[in-house]
C-alpha cells in the first residue's frame, strides 16, 4: 500500500543507501528522498545534470532491488 514502509523495509531501504558511492547517495537523496529536481540537485551539489541523471536512476534501481528483498525484476 502507501503507507509507511515497515522497519525491516525502512532497513534495507537505509542499508542500500549507505552502500552507495558518496555522489550516487546526495543525489538519490535529494531526487528520490526530498524530492528535489534533478536541475534543483545538480545545481546545490555543483554537478553535471546528466551526472546527476545517471546518479539518480542507478541509485533508484539499488533502492528498488533493496525492497524487492533482492529479486531480480
Do not use: F, I, N, W
Not at 2 to 30: H, K
Amino acid at each position: 500500500g502507501d503507507g509507511p514502509l515497515d522497519p525491516a523495509r525502512r532497513l534495507a531501504l537505509a542499508t542500500a543507501l549507505a552502500s552507495l558511492p558518496l555522489d550516487q547517495r546526495a543525489c538519490a537523496a535529494m531526487c528520490l528522498a526530498a524530492g528535489y529536481s534533478h536541475t534543483e540537485a545538480a545545481h546545490a551539489l555543483a554537478m553535471p545534470l546528466g551526472t546527476v541523471k545517471s546518479h539518480v536512476s542507478r541509485g533508484r534501481e539499488r533502492l528498488l532491488a533493496a525492497l524487492d528483498d533482492g529479486h531480480d525484476g
